[in-house]
């Protein structure tokens, strides 16, 4: 979102809205008080973010009246009307979005006023900053709930130096190179199961020559 704010942000306002701890485990439990949520704005606010950062109320009003999904990004026109939603926040369709509102009067809704897409590549490639905060029960969680995405999405930060000029960017790739893309995240995902199911036997394995 900083590549974007930095191609858009003298035409667009951005604001980051804090909802809920999006990985919570022992250091970074959910959120019991508005100070609490607070705090954690500011921290985020200081790590460079260059543009203000909203916090919802402690019951999540905003959040559940916006959809309540966990990574969504709306796009606000000249109206105060929602102009296009972008239910897994990416930064190239939001590019295509903003450019195309900003062609018809910054007003009305622009490609379809919905992408539905589940765009996992920029997750798994810069992820796990946020995944390691909440350490183990982050992990553990993750990867109970979709089996290989959290093994995955460490398997990608390591590989970040090469993946990031592909998943990290702010405006669309070609066609060939999101094919390419999608391929190596399927097989990020698919080492991330392996490995996941490794650990399972190993643990078994463990157990078993303790009885």
Do not use: C
Not at 65 to 90: E, K, Q
């Amino acid at each position: 979102m900083r590549k974007l704010h930095e191609r858009w942000g003298e035409e667009v306002s951005f604001v980051d809205v804090l909802i809920r701890q999006a990985h919570p485990g022992p250091r970074v439990p959910p959120y019991r008080s508005f100070d609490q949520k607070l705090r954690d704005a500011m921290i985020w606010q200081a790590e460079d973010v260059p543009y203000p950062v909203a916090v919802d109320d402690l019951e999540g009003t905003v959040h559940q009246v916006y959809g309540g999904l966990a990574d969504p990004s709306y796009m606000i026109d000249a109206d105060g009307r929602v102009a296009f939603y972008n239910m897994w926040t990416h930064a190239p369709t939001l590019h295509e979005a903003i450019k195309s509102l900003t062609q018809q009067g910054e007003r009305g809704i622009v490609n379809g006023g919905i992408e539905r897409t589940p765009h996992i590549a920029a997750s798994m490639t810069d992820g796990w900053k946020g995944l390691r905060r909440g350490l183990p029960q982050s992990f553990t969680d993750l990867e109970l709930s979709a089996p290989g995405t959290a093994s995955g999405t460490w398997i990608g930060y390591q590989l970040k130096p090469l993946l990031a000029p592909l998943t990290l960017r702010a405006k669309p790739l070609p066609l060939a190179a999101k094919a390419g893309l999608a391929l190596g995240a399927a097989a990020v995902i698919w080492l991330g199961a392996r490995r996941a199911t490794a650990e399972r036997r190993a643990a078994r394995a463990r157990n078993s020559s303790e009885r």
